[in-house]
């Protein structure tokens, strides 16, 4: 079974760098407590690390 990652918005991309803003938006959040599922891929990794004081990230097993 693959690997996802669930991301969880928890703070806000206002005022925010606009690399970090158009990264939020790329991940498919844009709300607070927003939560999305991603395969956890090197590209998704380095996503969420760019925004990673926005989110919150759980590992979780793939259907």
């Known amino acids: 079974m693959a690997k996802k990652l669930k991301v969880t918005q ?3 991309a206002i005022g925010r760098l606009e690399n970090q803003k158009r990264t ?15 395969e ?3 590209s998704i990794r380095g996503m969420i690390t760019t925004v990673r004081h926005l989110v919150t990230v759980e590992e979780v ?3």
């Open 10 to 12: 928890v703070r806000s």
């Open 40 to 42: 956890d891929v090197p």
């Open 61 to 63: 097993d793939g259907e």
């Open 24 to 38: 939020i938006r790329a991940l498919g959040l844009g709300k607070l407590q927003r939560t999305v599922v991603h």
